[in-house]
């Protein structure tokens, strides 16, 4: 199963950084990739890492987000940065056979955060 957690109210330039927490599956059979959903939005892809750390994806225009991963704890964390009013959303980890920013190629879904951002 995976676990997001992190999100939370922020002001317009602060960061947070989100977890999901993967349990329960086999930690080499996924990759994880994070999506967000705003209001009245489709779901979009945010970013995916690879089974090789270096092979790191981002599908949003702005760089202001990275991924780190612990493999001890079979966690991925994505930092979010400089964030804006616009990056309110609910942000999903999802567990995919191959990075995609598409979100009909997840195959598990963890419950979401909720990030909003205040101007």
């Known amino acids: 199963q995976l676990q997001a957690s992190g999100g939370g109210l922020v002001q317009a330039g602060g960061s947070l950084r989100l977890s999901c927490a993967v349990s329960g599956i086999t930690w080499d059979d996924y990759v994880i990739g994070w999506f967000r959903q705003a209001p009245g939005k489709e779901r979009e892809g945010v970013s995916c890492m690879g089974v090789d750390s270096w092979n790191t994806h981002y599908y949003l225009p702005e760089s202001r987000f990275t991924l780190s991963r612990s493999d001890a704890t079979k966690t991925v964390y994505l930092h979010l940065k400089n964030l804006q009013p616009e990056d309110t959303a609910v942000y999903y980890c999802?567990?995919?056979?191959?990075?995609?920013?598409?979100?009909?190629?997840?195959?598990?879904w963890g419950q979401g955060t909720l990030v909003t951002v205040s101007s």
């Open positions: 999802g567990g995919l056979i191959r990075c995609s920013s598409y979100y009909h190629d997840v195959r598990k």
